[in-house]
Each structure stands twice: as structure tokens, then as C-alpha cells.
């Protein structure tokens, strides 16, 4: 079995953003050579996501609207964790949003339904951030 691990650093200019990362994550499976096996992608950060969906600008703002409607941002005082720190919402939608994927890989291919991309969810921007991908198989 082989096996192949990368970090992925990003630096969204914002505090929210969502950034599709499946061209990345194929350049990865390239790399590793891999042509059956699987495909973890997570986020190494407790206020970031990876998900999976479509990558629609429309939808993406009606996942930015739910989710401040869910767990909004200000004000930042609502929430105990808010103590030295204003990323508590950051830490709700994370949760929402998921910390990881697995995709299939099939013929060296990411074997996705209808539409299907990655995307990192960034719930706290303006930093340095980081994705781990590993991929197993052979
Ligand atoms: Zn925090």
C-alpha cells in the first residue's frame, strides 16, 4: 500500500471565506501516484472546514447567511467562550460545516457524484492556515 501526506497552507483575506480546493486536492493525487485507494482532507484548524457541494456563488452565499443566522458574529459578547478571544461563532460553524472529507479514489480519479468540489470553509480568516491530505492505496 502507498501512502502519501501534504499540507495545504491558506490565507483567506477575510474572516469568512470559501475557497474550492479540488484542483489542489487532484495535483495531491497526482503526486501520490495512487490509483485506487482513499482520500481524507481535513482541516487542521478548530474554525475551519472541508466540505463537499457545489460550487455556486449563490449557494455559498446562502451558506454564509445561515450560518451567521445560526451562530452570528456579533455580537461577540453572546458567548462565553468570547473571553480574550472573538471567534466563538467561528468555532459553531466549523461544527456545522464538518472538519473533513473522504472521497474514493477510482483510476486516479477522485470519484465524485453530480457536481461534487472541496472547498475549505474559513470561519476566522485573515491567518495562516492549514489542510492535511492523505491519500492510501496503491
Ligand atoms: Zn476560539
Known sequence: MKSYRKELWFNAPTRRAFINITAQIEECLRESGIKEGLVLVNAMH???SVFINDD???LHHDFDKWLEKLAPHEPVSQYRHNVG??????????????????VAVTESKLDFG????????EFDGKRKKRVLVKIIGE
Do not use: C
Not at 85 to 102: C, F, P, S, T, Y
Not at 114 to 121: D, K, L, S
Open 85 to 102: 478571544e472573538d471567534n466563538a461563532d467561528a468555532h459553531l460553524k466549523r461544527q456545522v460545516m464538518g472538519r473533513e472529507v473522504i
Open 46 to 48: 478548530i474554525t475551519a
Open 56 to 58: 455556486e456563488s449563490g
Open 114 to 121: 453530480p457536481w461534487e468540489q472541496i472547498f475549505y470553509g
